[in-house]
C-alpha cells in the first residue's frame, strides 16, 4: 500500500496547479482475463474506471470489474466477486519523442474468504508504436513472495481506422517458482488484437494464449489459460 500511496502524493503534488481532466470508461467484454489468465470464470465481465489526469502528465483512478474464479463450492474458494484497482502515477514525453510512464496499483478484493489484497509498482518506455513494460510486486496475492513481469507490444495502424496489436509478455519471481505453496508456474503469454472505433464505441477483439502446458494448461472454466478469442466493447465519457 505505500508503494500507491507514495504515487498517488506524487501525483497530486505535480496536478495540483494544472487544469485536470476527469473521465470515465464503461467496458464489457466476454471474459476479463488479466496476462493470459482468466479471471471471470469463462463469462462475460462488466467493468467501470474513473480518471483523473493533469496537464503536466500526473494522474490517479480506480476501476471496478466483476470477477469470479472459483466454481461454487470450491473448497479454494476465495470468494472474490469484485476486483477494485487504486493507481496513480505520472506520464511523460522527451523532446526526441521518447514517452516514459510509473504507475502504482493497490489491488483489493472486498468480502473475500481471506486476503488477497496487493500492491505493484510498474514502468513504461515507448516510441512511435512500440512500448515496454515492468512491474514488481513484493506481495502478489498477500502471499509475501515477489512476482516479476515484462512486456512489450508494437501498433501496426491499418487502413479503414483499424490498428493491430502484437503483444507478448513473461511472468516470473518467487511466486512463480514456489509451486507447491502457490501452485503458480512462471509462464509467457501473448495476445493479438484488432481494435476499431465506431464513434463513441470502442471494440476490440483478441486472440489470447500462453505457453502452460501439462499440468499447468487449463482450458477449463476458471483459471483459463488456453487459446481463445475475446471481444470487448467500452465507451468512455
Known amino acids: 500500500m505505500n508503494i500507491l500511496r507514495l504515487i498517488v502524493i506524487a501525483a497530486l ?15 464489457l467484454t466476454s471474459e476479463y ?29 480506480t476501476w471496478v470489474s466483476s470477477t469470479d474464479s472459483y466454481k461454487s463450492g470450491d473448497p479454494y474458494d476465495d470468494g472474490a466477486n469484485i476486483e477494485v484497482d487504486f493507481y496513480g502515477g505520472y506520464n511523460g514525453q ?3 519523442g521518447l514517452r516514459y510512464g ?20 510498474g514502468f513504461s518506455l515507448g516510441y512511435g508504436n512500440f512500448n515496454t513494460y515492468y512491474y514488481y510486486s513484493n506481495d502478489l496475492i498477500s502471499s509475501s513472495q515477489t512476482s516479476r513481469y515484462a512486456a512489450a507490444d508494437y501498433t501496426f495502424n491499418l487502413p479503414l481506422a483499424l490498428d493491430l496489436t502484437f503483444m507478448a509478455g513473461h511472468s516470473w519471481g518467487e511466486y512463480f517458482r514456489d ?10 503469454n501473448w495476445e ?8 463513441p464505441i470502442n471494440t476490440k477483439l483478441s486472440w489470447v494464449d500462453t505457453d502452460l502446458s ?23 465519457f
Open 13 to 27: 503534488g505535480f496536478s495540483c496547479a494544472a487544469q485536470a481532466q476527469v473521465s470515465s470508461t464503461l467496458a
Open 33 to 61: 482475463q488479466s496476462r493470459g489468465i482468466g479471471y471471470s470464470g469463462n463469462k462475460p465481465a462488466l467493468s467501470m474506471s474513473l480518471d483523473w489526469a493533469g496537464e503536466s502528465g500526473a494522474f490517479v483512478g
Open 94 to 96: 522527451l523532446e526526441s
Open 102 to 121: 510509473v504507475i502504482g496499483y493497490y489491488y483489493y478484493f472486498p468480502s473475500t474468504n481471506y486476503n488477497l489484497d496487493y500492491p505493484e509498482i
Open 179 to 188: 509451486r507447491d505453496v502457490t501452485g503458480g508456474h512462471e509462464y509467457t
Open 192 to 199: 493479438v488484437s484488432l481494435k476499431r472505433s465506431f464513434g
Open 214 to 236: 501439462g499440468q499447468f494448461h487449463n482450458s477449463g472454466e476458471y483459471f483459463r489459460n488456453d487459446g481463445r478469442l475475446i471481444f470487448s466493447v467500452s465507451h468512455t
